[in-house]
């Protein structure tokens, strides 16, 4: 399956998060805290200028700086 950052996903697309790349110790853990789990399903909601927004598939919303959105791969 092919890995894209989610940064490059548009609105309305899903996907699953494969792993976290590049990030140092801490983008790492916070990503996982907030449930960027590997296997977890996401669905953008918003993609243009500004923070990248996303559903987890537990309902939560949760709004990422472009940085950190570049840093998950997802497939």
């Known amino acids: 399956m092919e890995q894209i950052s ?3 996903l ?8 494969q792993r976290i790349v590049a990030g140092g110790a801490n ?3 916070r990503l996982y805290e907030m449930g960027f789990n590997t296997g977890a399903r996401v669905k953008v909601l918003k ?3 500004g923070p990248l927004i996303v559903a987890l598939e ?3 919303k949760i709004a990422l700086g472009r940085g950190l959105a570049e840093k998950n791969a997802c497939g």
């Not at 548009?10 to 998060?17: E, S």
């Open 10 to 17: 548009k609105a309305g697309d899903c996907a699953r998060v």
């Open 47 to 49: 993609n243009d200028l």
């Open 6 to 8: 989610l940064i490059r």
């Open 58 to 60: 537990g309902g939560n």
């Open 27 to 29: 983008a790492t853990k």
